[in-house]
């Protein structure tokens, strides 16, 4: 379904990055046409090891965006963990090529999320991205502000996790930009995972993640645009909410 050759690259990276923490490193592909025929979805869901779930989706899609009056056509993938444990922290991305009126934009979204924040590992994760910000003269951090626009909220809730991400505008033209700060949340991501994965963690974190994950829940219904403005474009609700959703939630 993709064909920009970064985000192909990018995804099989993560299939192979993944592999190792999943049990069998199997991922279970889903297909969907948009309600609109307009595009076309794929979600690979592996569960189990590690990671209680891991997606790994894209979309690429011919599509007018409400608002506008020209069509854009949408190259998307998605990465969510909702790892087995709490210390390991939850990851959220999304990276978009975007052709439209003769341009080539490059909209992104990533942060981490700890169920028990660890200041070692925001600094860790902070200092990698923000090496690709000085590298490019772009200001950094540059969450929650960014955030707050790129989803239209006036407040900041759980869509934040540690702040250390990036939320790169609509309107992104610097495509080694965009693909620098790719491959250092990559890194950086997976490195936390390797120093995380078989630390002990007790009863009370466990019900810290679940408590998570409830209000993770709600965000998504309610206040994460890309769910949203998905289905206004024609994405099968299932599609998102398989990617999206944690694989047990108590309330």
């Given at each position: 379904?993709?064909?920009?050759?970064?985000?192909?690259?990018?995804?099989q990276r993560y299939f192979d990055a993944f592999a190792p923490f999943t049990t069998g490193g199997t991922?279970?592909?889903?297909?969907?046409?948009?309600?609109?025929?307009?595009?076309?979805?794929?979600?690979?869901?592996?569960?189990?090891?590690?990671?209680?779930?891991?997606?790994i989706s894209n979309i690429s899609a011919a599509v007018t965006?409400?608002?506008?009056?020209?069509?854009?056509?949408?190259?998307?993938?998605?990465?969510?963990?909702?790892?087995?444990?709490?210390?390991?922290?939850?990851?959220?991305?999304?990276?978009?090529?975007?052709?439209?009126?003769?341009?080539?934009?490059?909209?992104?979204?990533?942060?981490?999320?700890?169920?028990?924040?660890?200041?070692?590992?925001?600094?860790?994760?902070?200092?990698?991205?923000?090496?690709?910000?000085?590298?490019?003269?772009?200001?950094?951090?540059?969450?929650?502000?960014?955030?707050?626009?790129?989803?239209?909220?006036?407040?900041?809730?759980?869509?934040?996790?540690?702040?250390?991400?990036?939320?790169?505008?609509?309107?992104?033209?610097?495509?080694?930009?965009?693909?620098?700060?790719?491959?250092?949340?990559?890194?950086?991501?997976?490195?936390?995972?390797?120093?995380?994965?078989?630390?002990?963690?007790?009863?009370?974190?466990?019900?810290?993640?679940?408590?998570?994950?409830?209000?993770?829940?709600?965000?998504?219904?309610?206040?994460?645009?890309?769910?949203?403005?998905?289905?206004?474009?024609?994405?099968?609700?299932?599609?998102?909410?398989?990617?999206?959703?944690?694989?047990?939630?108590?309330?």
């Amino acid at each position: 379904m993709l064909t920009d050759t970064f985000l192909v690259e990018l995804q099989q990276r993560y299939f192979d990055a993944f592999a190792p923490f999943t049990t069998g490193g199997t991922f279970e592909k889903k297909e969907w046409d948009f309600l609109t025929k307009a595009g076309r979805v794929e979600v690979n869901v592996c569960r189990g090891g590690i990671f209680e779930k891991v997606c790994i989706s894209n979309i690429s899609a011919a599509v007018t965006i409400p608002d506008r009056d020209y069509q854009s056509t949408i190259q998307w993938l998605g990465i969510q963990t909702f790892p087995a444990n709490p210390l390991v922290p939850m990851f959220m991305a999304v990276f978009e090529h975007v052709a439209e009126q003769g341009l080539e934009h490059h909209p992104g979204f990533f942060d981490i999320y700890p169920v028990v924040p660890i200041e070692e590992d925001r600094q860790h994760f902070q200092e990698k991205i923000g090496s690709v910000c000085k590298k490019y003269g772009r200001k950094y951090p540059d969450l929650p502000e960014s955030y707050l626009e790129m989803f239209r909220l006036k407040e900041v809730g759980i869509g934040v996790g540690y702040g250390a991400g990036l939320s790169l505008m609509p309107n992104e033209e610097d495509a080694r930009y965009f693909e620098d700060a790719a491959n250092a949340v990559f890194d950086a991501y997976f490195e936390l995972v390797e120093k995380r994965k078989n630390a002990e963690y007790s009863q009370q974190q466990i019900d810290a993640m679940y408590r998570f994950r409830a209000d993770w829940t709600k965000f998504i219904f309610v206040d994460n645009r890309f769910y949203s403005g998905g289905v206004q474009l024609g994405v099968p609700p299932e599609s998102f909410m398989l990617h999206m959703l944690p694989p047990t939630v108590r309330f």
